[in-house]
């Protein structure tokens, strides 16, 4: 039996998640976890490369939850590149090439496949990177002010 068999279906998610998230930091983009998006979906992990483009990180953490979950093409319109991160275990062959191949433990990842870049629109673009930004603001406020009070 292998580490990730013995691992709960959440463990291996936060696993997959880590590895993913050290990854793209890896390649120089910046990371946010559980990014919601306006169309009321949320990024697993949402990435921003240093010229702002923007890259999200679906995590599957078995074929049960890749088959019953499959609004992975609800995020190509909220980014320029989308990935599918997924466990060693997995199998590989059920991601569609449409789309990026991670593979991650909670130690690193590795990129197994590109997928094509579909720009975002500018407008589109600039507004998620503000989201960005307050999200991430508001999250570190969290952190420093035991009495934090979320802005309207």
Do not use: N
């Amino acid at each position: 039996m292998t580490t990730i068999e013995r691992q709960t279906r959440p463990e291996v998610t936060l696993a997959v998640c880590r590895g993913a998230s050290r990854l793209m930091r890896q390649t120089g983009h910046s990371v946010l976890l559980e990014v919601p998006l306006p169309d009321g979906r949320r990024a697993d992990v949402f990435a921003i490369g240093h010229l702002g483009e923007l890259v999200i990180v679906e995590v599957k953490s078995s074929i049960e939850d890749w088959r019953v979950d499959a609004k992975w093409p609800d995020y190509l319109a909220w980014c320029d590149q989308l990935f599918v991160a997924v466990p060693i275990d997995f199998p590989q062959a059920l991601i569609p090439v449409e789309v990026g191949l991670i593979v991650a433990d909670a130690y690193g990842g590795e990129m197994l496949r590109r997928p094509p870049r579909r720009p975002v629109a500018a407008a589109r673009r600039k507004a998620l990177l503000v989201d960005c930004a307050r999200l991430a603001s508001e999250r570190l406020a969290r952190l420093a002010d035991p009495e934090f009070v979320e802005i309207g």
